[in-house]
């Protein structure tokens, strides 16, 4: 169906699109055929996507600075508190208990109060929960306050790759979607940057800022067209699809693909955990949750949120400042995913990530081993705390450029449009369970035997390398109702 002024029911299509939020207005304009034309119709398409993409991407930045948080600020809050190692432990953990709240009620909440509603809603406690930190004069506003936080982010960290999916044409769709991950070592490293200047109260002030431009920002961008074809909005669906395509794009395929995806699976038929054991279900969800569990397995969480501990323990005395600048490797590792993953792929990515991440921390295992060997004021000593600094930096780099943004990219991808939610939540909850896993045992772990620690990782990476080999199909230059589709055949 091609996009005109009016509709056949006589409705005006140039007022703006009160359900989806949009400032956009309709254009007339005649159509061109022309190269140039059919170039502005792509450019136009381009930018009115990156315009949401970035707006929803404060989420992730968000869900980021929450996990940079903990690193720069444990020896502040632990001093002024009084906290013990175990103490703060559980804050740092309480994160990913508070995300596994939400990630439970994340697909069904996008699914009723769409994608825009659903980011609204979790805004709300990130800023309760950064006041709470902010102000807390003992432990209980601040577990509180991290519970609150992690709540959102549970939310946050399904519904923005979703989103992004479901807007992006199909060229692009790789790239839009590792934004979300981006994002996320945007904030991890903000973080870091700022916990060098500010004290951990005003830290949590600042983390405030971007569920704050968020809120208002999601009324300038439209409703996901995917969600509103769902919920049977057919024009809002139309009027939708054409601001992100650009107003003198043909939107008649994808409209009628769109339509005949929605029609083979009726919103009103209610989708049950015994429906997911048909493989058309089962399978998609299991590659879906296999990768968002590795993901966390591989000990990037605890990597990062104790990353100054690591570098102290590997004898690097301004361990703060190496952290940051860990920060700003992951922000450039991903940024060149990001650019990467419409071309190479989805499969060759994580492949090439997970063998990295396995050979990285190889060596920082072997290092942490030999240094117990060595005396402390030999000069292997130190020249052993360099290459374990060279192995975590090579971790981070490897996990950047695939195993980070890529499972997110793939579960928004290849759920089927009737079970997204109940999967979704299956799938987020699941990568918050191990996160927290993770997250909780680190500092344990590390206590213990920091070699053992990345051993075990080591062993994970290697699982996930065979993982991501044998079962991963590659989704790359597919639309979601093709890749989807793939499933039921």
């Given at each position: 169906?091609?996009?005109?002024?009016?509709?056949?029911?006589g409705?005006?299509?140039?007022?703006?699109?009160?359900?989806t939020?949009?400032w956009?207005?309709?254009?007339?304009?005649?159509r061109?055929?022309?190269?140039?034309?059919?170039s502005?119709?792509?450019?136009?398409s381009?930018?009115?996507?990156?315009?949401c993409?970035?707006?929803?991407?404060?989420g992730?930045i968000q869900?980021?600075?929450?996990?940079?948080?903990?690193?720069?600020t444990?020896?502040?809050i632990?001093?002024?508190?009084g906290l013990?190692?175990?103490?703060f432990?559980l804050?740092?953990?309480?994160?990913?208990?508070?995300?596994?709240?939400?990630?439970?009620?994340?697909?069904q909440?996008?699914?009723y109060?769409g994608?825009k509603g659903?980011?609204?809603?979790?805004a709300?406690?990130?800023?309760?929960?950064?006041?709470?930190?902010?102000?807390?004069?003992?432990?209980?506003?601040?577990?509180m306050?991290?519970?609150?936080?992690g709540?959102?982010v549970?939310?946050?960290?399904?519904?923005?790759?979703?989103?992004?999916?479901?807007?992006a044409?199909?060229?692009?769709?790789?790239?839009l979607?590792?934004?979300?991950?981006?994002?996320v070592t945007?904030g991890?490293?903000l973080?870091?940057?700022?916990?060098?200047?500010?004290?951990?109260?005003?830290?949590a002030?600042?983390?405030?800022?971007?569920?704050?431009?968020?809120?208002?920002?999601?009324?300038?961008?439209?409703?996901?067209p995917?969600?509103?074809a769902?919920?049977?909005?057919?024009?809002?669906?139309?009027?939708?699809l054409?601001?992100?395509?650009?107003f003198?794009?043909?939107?008649?395929?994808?409209?009628?693909?769109?339509?005949?995806?929605?029609?083979?699976t009726s919103?009103?038929?209610?989708?049950?955990?015994?429906?997911?054991k048909?493989?058309?279900?089962?399978f998609?969800?299991?590659i879906?949750i296999g990768?968002?569990?590795?993901?966390?397995?591989?000990?990037?969480?605890?990597?990062l949120?104790?990353?100054s501990?690591?570098?102290?323990?590997?004898?690097?005395?301004?361990?703060n400042?190496a952290?940051f600048?860990?920060g700003?490797?992951?922000?450039?590792?991903t940024?060149?995913s990001?650019?990467l993953v419409d071309?190479?792929?989805?499969?060759?990515?994580l492949?090439?990530?997970?063998?990295?991440?396995t050979?990285?921390l190889l060596?920082?295992?072997?290092?942490?081993?030999?240094?117990?060997?060595?005396s402390?004021?030999?000069?292997?000593?130190?020249?052993?705390?360099?290459?374990?600094?060279?192995?975590?930096?090579?971790?981070?780099?490897?996990?950047?450029?695939?195993?980070?943004?890529i499972?997110?990219?793939?579960?928004?991808e290849?759920?089927?449009?009737?079970?997204?939610?109940?999967?979704?939540?299956?799938?987020?909850?699941?990568?918050?369970?191990?996160?927290?896993l993770?997250?909780l045992?680190?500092p344990?772990?590390?206590?213990?035997?920091?070699?053992?620690?990345?051993?075990?990782?080591l062993?994970?990476?290697?699982?996930?390398?065979?993982?991501a080999?044998?079962?991963?199909p590659?989704?790359?230059?597919?639309t979601l109702?093709?890749i989807?589709g793939?499933?039921?055949?």
């Amino acid at each position: 169906m091609s996009f005109r002024e009016d509709s056949e029911d006589g409705r005006d299509l140039r007022k703006p699109f009160l359900h989806t939020g949009s400032w956009y207005r309709m254009g007339s304009g005649s159509r061109q055929s022309s190269m140039m034309g059919s170039s502005q119709a792509i450019r136009d398409s381009s930018i009115s996507v990156l315009a949401c993409v970035l707006i929803v991407a404060l989420g992730p930045i968000q869900f980021g600075f929450t996990a940079g948080y903990s690193s720069p600020t444990q020896t502040a809050i632990s001093s002024d508190l009084g906290l013990t190692v175990s103490e703060f432990s559980l804050f740092g953990s309480l994160s990913n208990v508070g995300a596994m709240l939400g990630a439970i009620v994340s697909g069904q909440l996008a699914e009723y109060m769409g994608r825009k509603g659903s980011l609204m809603i979790a805004a709300i406690p990130n800023i309760i929960g950064w006041l709470a930190i902010s102000f807390a004069n003992d432990s209980s506003f601040l577990y509180m306050g991290r519970l609150l936080e992690g709540f959102g982010v549970g939310i946050i960290s399904y519904v923005v790759p979703v989103y992004i999916a479901e807007i992006a044409p199909q060229n692009l769709r790789g790239g839009l979607g590792s934004v979300n991950q981006l994002s996320v070592t945007i904030g991890i490293m903000l973080s870091y940057l700022l916990g060098l200047f500010a004290n951990w109260r005003v830290l949590a002030v600042l983390g405030t800022l971007p569920c704050l431009v968020l809120i208002p920002g999601l009324f300038f961008i439209p409703e996901s067209p995917r969600w509103l074809a769902k919920m049977g909005m057919t024009d809002d669906f139309e009027s939708s699809l054409q601001v992100l395509r650009g107003f003198d794009t043909d939107i008649s395929v994808e409209v009628n693909e769109i339509k005949r995806a929605v029609a083979s699976t009726s919103r009103r038929n209610a989708i049950r955990f015994g429906d997911l054991k048909q493989r058309k279900y089962w399978f998609p969800l299991m590659i879906g949750i296999g990768l968002l569990v590795f993901q966390q397995l591989t000990g990037i969480n605890g990597v990062l949120f104790y990353s100054s501990t690591i570098f102290a323990s590997a004898g690097i005395q301004s361990s703060n400042v190496a952290t940051f600048g860990l920060g700003a490797i992951q922000v450039i590792a991903t940024a060149v995913s990001t650019s990467l993953v419409d071309k190479t792929g989805r499969r060759i990515l994580l492949i090439v990530s997970s063998s990295g991440m396995t050979i990285s921390l190889l060596i920082v295992a072997g290092a942490f081993f030999a240094k117990g060997h060595v005396s402390e004021t030999s000069t292997l000593y130190s020249f052993l705390g360099y290459l374990s600094l060279v192995g975590v930096v090579g971790m981070v780099i490897a996990f950047s450029l695939g195993m980070g943004p890529i499972p997110w990219v793939i579960m928004s991808e290849i759920l089927p449009l009737n079970i997204k939610g109940l999967a979704g939540s299956i799938a987020t909850l699941a990568n918050w369970f191990i996160a927290w896993l993770v997250t909780l045992t680190a500092p344990l772990l590390l206590s213990w035997s920091t070699g053992g620690t990345f051993s075990i990782y080591l062993l994970m990476c290697a699982f996930t390398l065979a993982f991501a080999a044998s079962l991963v199909p590659e989704t790359k230059g597919k639309t979601l109702e093709e890749i989807q589709g793939s499933f039921r055949s």
